[in-house]
Every structure is written in C-alpha cells, then in structure tokens.
C-alpha cells in the first residue's frame, strides 16, 4: 500500500532479537543490553502473524535482522514460517557471519535467499577492537561457508569511523570485489551509542573515492551510488544516509523484536503490535504506513529514535 506521501511500501525489517554474540562500539553499549524477558519477545507464531498481515498490505520483501539474528532460537523456524507467507517474495538477513558455517546451509534450505553481512574492516586487531572481542576469522569462515552454500549476490556492508578505520582498511575491502562480492560502504548515524559522539567521527562516504581514486562510477542500486575497481566482477556502493537522505524514495517499515513498529528508523514513534490479532493487527500496521514521516533530520543533529540500532536492527 502507499503512505500518506504516496510512496510505495513493499519492505518490512525484522528484528528477531536485541541480543547478539558482538558488541560493535557504534552498535551496542560495552556491557551489552538487559536481556528481554522471553515473554516480552515476540513469538515464532507472533512474527508469523505479523508477516502475514504485512504481506496483505503488499509486503513482499522480508528481511531478518537483530541484534545478530542467527542468535534467535528458533531463527529457522521464523525464516521458514515467513517465507511461506503468501505474497512474500523474498526473504533475506543481515548478520554479522561469525556463526554461518553453522547456518549457511539450513538457511537456505528455509527459504532465505539472499544475505547482507556486516564487516567494518579485514585487520584481525581492529575488527577485535571494533567489535570488542569478536574474532575476523570467524566471521572469515562465514562468509566462505554463505558462498559454498549458494548464496549469490552477498553484499558486505561497512561502517566507517573517523579514526578507526585507516585508508588501507577502505582499500582492503573494496578490493574484495575482485572476488565477486559486492561491498557497500554505509555512513555511520548519530543514533543510540553514537548520537553523542564527535563530528569528525562521522565520515562522509567521499573517504572511499579519497582512499581508492581509481574507482569509476557505473550506476546506481536502489539507494546506492555504484563503483567499480579496473576488472573486478563486484560494485563497491556508497550508501549516504547522512550526507544525502534517500527518504523520497523509503519503502520500509520495521517491527523490533519486542512487537513495535516503527514507521521511521530516526523517529521516537513506535505502534505496539503485541496482543494484536486479525483485523485490528492489520489495521494497527495500516495506520502506521500511513503515519510515515515525510522525512528524518539526522543531517540537522542526532536521531529522534531512543533506541540503540541493536535493537532496531539497521
Ligand atoms: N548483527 C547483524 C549485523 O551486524 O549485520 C544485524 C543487526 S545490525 C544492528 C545491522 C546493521 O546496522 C549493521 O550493518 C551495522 O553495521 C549497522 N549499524 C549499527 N549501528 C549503526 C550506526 N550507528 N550507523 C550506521 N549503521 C549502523
Ligand atoms: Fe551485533 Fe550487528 Fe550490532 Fe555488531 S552491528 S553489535 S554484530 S547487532
């Protein structure tokens, strides 16, 4: 359906937990999140429910994030129930791949088609840092494991920090295109753990072009600017939420793990979903769609959003 701007809304993001095995330092606080009460996270049959009512509304794509998704019991069962929701045409996750060479292959075998994986940099002793304790061979392994299980198109997504990640660490994953992957550069938001930190903190996505001046432009992929190294296979794309807001084009609305959707990422407004069933679930997402905000002002200071992005899911 469309919301009050006319825009059209096709994608629900779907956290499926606020807890995850990293603490990225742009994510999470470092001594991690008060784990919910199992009962006030939303059940395989809640999400199911949920999906269904999205998907009679014109849902069609569905992706599974967190927190780190693949630490969901029952995450199969979800991916599995979603996918075969009528009208759902794709379902998708973003993780971080530290536990894909346990997933890979029953993903995929429960409908997951496509994966988003989230690497900030290939130096083992800042990937440590960054993530506070988490091991880059891991997330390595993962990502060999998604490709040998079949998943084509991966996307890697990149944060980048004034400060911590360094030209060469922009180089390095921009020349995993080389491989075929595809790699995404996305700026940093003043959202949650971020919202107070320092301006030069937050790079604009014209570092990559400074860091590897042989990239040349080749297109666009719905909100990202697509480059291209000299004979590699795989885009390296720019994704500027901040410097450029892409919110004429949104077409998304996310439900966090604990039933709230949000209409916007960057404002405080959330609709309970929880304890809703048939007519009034439908009618309490419709609503929402159609009190979608024209746009957010994350450009003019931080976030109106109170929720860390661990719990939004990105
Ligand atoms: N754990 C999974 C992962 O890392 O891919 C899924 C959840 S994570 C919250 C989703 C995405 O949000 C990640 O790509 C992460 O880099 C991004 N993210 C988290 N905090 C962010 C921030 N302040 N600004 C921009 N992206 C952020
Ligand atoms: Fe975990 Fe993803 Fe947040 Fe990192 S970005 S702390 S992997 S949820």
Known sequence: MKDGFGREINYLRLSVTDLCNLRCKYCMPA????????????????????????????ITKVRITGGEPLVRRGILEICRRAAAVDGITEVCMTTNATLLRE?????????????????????????????????????????????????????????????????????????LTRGGLNVRFIELMPIGETA????????????????????????????????????????????SPVSSHFCPDCNRIRVTA???????????????????????????????????PQRHRIDEGASGSLRNMNAIGG
């Open 31 to 58: 001594d991690g999140v008060n784990k919910l009460a199992h009962a006030d996270i939303l059940s395989v049959e809640e999400i199911e429910g949920i999906v269904r009512a999205a998907a009679s509304l014109g």
């Open 103 to 175: 997933f890979a292959v029953p993903l995929r075998e429960a409908g997951v088609s496509r994966l988003n994986i989230s690497l900030d940099t290939l130096n083992a002793e800042r990937y440590r840092e960054l993530t506070r304790g988490g091991e880059l061979a891991d997330a390595l392994d993962g990502i060999e494991a998604a490709r040998a299980a079949g998943f084509g198109r991966i996307k890697l997504n990149a944060v980048l920090i004034g400060g911590e990640n360094s030209d060469a660490d922009i180089r390095a994953l921009a020349e």
């Open 258 to 292: 604990d039933g709230k959707l949000k209409p916007c990422l960057h404002s405080a407004t959330e609709i309970n979903l929880r304890g809703l069933r048939g007519k009034a679930l439908t009618d309490a997402i419709k609503n929402a769609i159609l009190i979608k």
């Open 196 to 239: 107070e930190w320092a301006r030069p903190r937050f790079l604009p996505n014209s570092a990559v072009l400074k860091a590897v001046p042989e990239l040349t432009e080749c297109g666009s992929d719905g909100v990202a600017r697509l480059y291209r190294l000299p004979d590699a296979d795989g885009t390296v794309g720019l994704i």
